[in-house]
């Protein structure tokens, strides 16, 4: 719930957060104005648990 509630402050600030979708691991991203190719880097890391 608390980390719902960060992401939604996030998003209201501009920024965009990409989580790990492991269960239980709690690695995430939060980015905000960067290119689309770097957007596209940032979700591929997070959500990559082998890479973490």
Known sequence: MRERVSDAVALLTG???IR????G?????RYRGV???EAK?????ATDHTRH
């Open 15 to 17: 920024k965009r957060t």
């Open 20 to 23: 790990c979708p492991q269960p």
């Open 25 to 29: 691991c709690r690695v995430h991203v």
């Open 35 to 37: 290119a689309p190719t």
């Open 41 to 45: 880097r940032l979700t591929n890391l």
